[in-house]
């Protein structure tokens, strides 16, 4: 246990080290909480109908009243450690940008790697499409238009929800997966999702080592979720990493990632479109000369460029 807090103190402090005001550009921990222009927001939703705080959701609709609302589901990074960090889940920089565009935004919470092993957390994140497609009506979302988005883990949860969309089970080497998960009350609803943001997300655990960056002690992040080690286990590793999953019928991604990052390498990014290239899947990448796990990352041109891109997933 001595050994996971110390990483998680370690990926905390690079976090706060990069640390911006929410008008600066800082994607991560934000403080203090972003005023945000709305029309209608509820908070501390419960997308699993259980008594479990790691089960909510703020919901967030757009200042411009509208029949309905096409959505983004935006997942707050954690290095898969925090089990409540919707409220600060980009909400001065991607959720406000979002939210001025037109879109809805659902921020959940999801289970920690305490709290559940993988792939819970993508059990998890798919309860949520299904809850946003279930309770449309009542939340007035379009649920012919469903993205995910997310920063650093929740990059990577945004990304394997986009890759792993329309598939139920999978066999990576000797272990069979569950990817849908029964978490809620919406189990006949698909989970299945229009497009992704992944914001210097790890799309690649087997690859961490890809490039320079700094160390968490014994027990990596992605040790802890899937509670191995790769040498002893690859297959979890590998089951872990959205890459895996890419193919042809994959729902438009984008990509955003620091050159300078040091929690997780921007080669990460590079290896994420190049897989979903020669997939033949439509991709974007941004790759910051001077941005970093969070900081400069979240310029007006970058924002813009998502908006951009969400848009024409949906005329596709």
């Known amino acids: 246990m001595r050994k996971i807090l110390l990483a998680f103190a370690t990926w905390c402090l690079a976090l706060v080290g990069m640390a911006q005001p929410p008008q600066g550009g800082f994607g991560g921990f934000q403080l203090p909480q972003a005023n945000l222009e709305t029309s209608k927001e509820w908070k501390d939703v419960n997308y699993a109908d259980d008594d479990q705080a790691y089960h909510t959701c703020d919901i967030y609709l757009p200042k411009q009243e509208r ?60 309860a949520v499409v299904r809850f946003v497609r279930g309770e449309a009506e009542k939340y007035s979302f379009d649920p012919s238009f469903i993205a995910t ?117 921007v080669c990460q990014g590079r290896k994420f479109h190049e897989v979903l290239q020669a997939a033949g899947v439509r991709s974007q990448a941004t790759f910051v000369p001077e941005g970093g796990h969070g900081m400069g990352m979240y310029s007006e041109d970058n924002l813009q460029q998502m908006v951009t891109f969400l848009r024409l997933a949906m005329v596709r």
């Open 67 to 126: 029949a309905s609302y096409p959505v983004v589901i935006h997942i707050y990074g954690s290095a898969w450690f925090n089990n409540n960090g919707k409220g600060a889940a980009d909400l001065g920089t991607i959720v406000r940008k979002l939210l001025q565009e037109g879109f809805a935004v659902v921020c959940p919470n999801h289970r920690s790697s305490m709290d559940a092993k993988w792939p819970a957390q993508l059990h998890d994140i798919r």
């Open 149 to 265: 988005s997310g920063f650093s883990s929740g990059g990577h949860l945004a990304s394997i929800t986009a890759t792993t969309s329309g598939t139920k089970q999978a066999t990576v080497g000797s272990l069979t997966l569950d990817l849908e998960g029964t978490v809620g009350n919406h189990l006949q609803e698909s989970s299945t999702v229009s497009a992704a943001c992944d914001w210097s997300g790890p799309v690649d655990l087997t690859a961490m080592d890809c490039g320079d960056h700094i160390t968490m002690g014994a027990d990596s992040p992605e040790d802890v979720l899937l509670a191995s080690k790769i040498d002893k286990e690859p297959d979890k590793y590998v089951s872990l990493s959205a890459t895996h999953y890419v193919d042809k019928n994959d729902p438009p991604i984008i990509i955003f990632h620091g050159e300078k990052d040091n929690v997780v390498p």
